[in-house]
């Protein structure tokens, strides 16, 4: 948290600034606060109110008789006590919602639409982790026999994963036989994770023993998977942007995107949180961001299967905008993930 010790109107001046700064990218000087803002007090008046939040530190003067600019810390400040909430338009949330209903009902399709609703949204980039569960569950199976000696086993997990595993019986069955025994283990395991499974301590013959074997090894090696299939958008958005017109701003972007560990780490302080997380300029972590401004929510069912989602652009950032429109497809695509649960 940050320090709290500002008067109402030294709080004023910096909300002006920070939104003001977030729309024109340039200084804001006390004549411009004076003439745009309802503060009713003279411009030395404004002058000294920016000097007291500069010597603070929320506030910095990037040239001599230019106006000021909010620092990492006044943003902070901002977004923890000065921002307000504010809901997506319902002319967005309906755009959003029709197009998810003409997508199909595909796990992918929701991850691109996403993606690019994001970053159209906020006029930013966006980057998307497909969920992925903390424990696998068992929903259906099926046997198929290919030769008498020889079966597939297709195996359904909860949230649509589909694996297959061809392996030999220990003495032929016919198809009547294969597709009774998957339904009683369907029956009996749906739902249940790896362990649950192993432990159901139901009565096995020595080709259910044998299924049941393949079921657990295939749900161990989805367990110990640890990274998922990332989505991303509107690269060429943050091009326009004036912060990111040299080389080291687009880079920090890039490998905020690109780089699979530095998206799990980015991905594993969504996790860590319910709700919307803000990032600005790497926040002491990451001194590889100090030009970047993220905004981060995870989406899913909790303690079950979960993805993150994001914005991603520059510390000067409108984030009360993007927060709403983070905050609406989390919540969009944590309905549709838990549709396919139910």
Not at 31 to 43: M, N, P
Not at 171 to 177: A, F, R
Not at 234 to 247: A, H, S, T, V, Y
């Amino acid at each position: 948290m940050v320090n709290l010790g500002l008067t109402e109107r030294q709080q004023k001046v910096l909300r002006f600034i920070v939104q003001r700064h977030v729309v024109s990218a340039v200084p804001v000087s006390s004549k411009y606060i004076t003439g745009g803002s309802d503060l009713g007090v003279s411009s030395a008046t404004i002058r000294n109110e920016m000097a007291a939040l500069e010597e603070m530190g929320y506030l910095m003067q990037p040239h001599t008789s230019a106006g000021r600019v909010p620092t990492e810390l006044g943003y902070r400040y901002f977004v923890e006590r000065l921002m307000e909430k504010v809901d997506l338009s319902h002319s967005d949330q309906r755009m959003i919602t029709h197009q998810f209903h003409q997508a199909r009902l595909e796990i992918d399709q929701w991850l691109r639409l996403s993606a690019a609703v994001l970053a159209h949204l906020s006029s930013n980039a966006s980057l998307v982790t497909a969920p992925k569960s903390l424990r696998c569950r068992l929903k259906h199976l099926e046997l198929i026999s290919i030769r008498d000696d020889i079966a597939l086993l297709i195996l359904v997990l909860q949230g649509g994963t589909l694996k297959q595993q061809i392996f030999t019986l220990y003495s032929p069955l016919d198809q009547d036989q294969l597709s009774m025994l998957a339904r009683r283990l369907s029956n009996r395991w749906k739902g249940l994770d790896v362990d649950e499974v192993a432990e159901s301590g139901i009565p096995l013959d020595e080709i259910a023993l044998k299924v049941s074997q393949v079921i657990i090894d295939t749900m161990r090696r989805i367990d110990t998977r640890r990274s998922s299939d990332v989505y991303h958008d509107g690269l060429l958005n943050i091009l326009n942007q004036p912060e990111f017109k040299d080389r080291e701003g687009i880079q920090q972007i890039i490998r905020a995107i690109d780089e699979r560990q530095f998206v799990e780490q980015l991905v594993s302080e969504a996790l860590q949180h319910g709700g919307v997380q803000i990032i600005i300029g790497g926040e002491g972590k990451w001194e590889e961001l100090s030009e970047v401004g993220i905004v981060l929510a995870r989406y899913g069912i909790d303690d079950r299967i979960v993805g993150a989602m994001g914005v991603l652009g520059p510390v000067r950032m409108p984030y009360e905008r993007t927060v709403s429109v983070v905050r609406y497809v989390s919540r969009l695509m944590s309905d549709l993930i838990s549709d396919l649960y139910m």
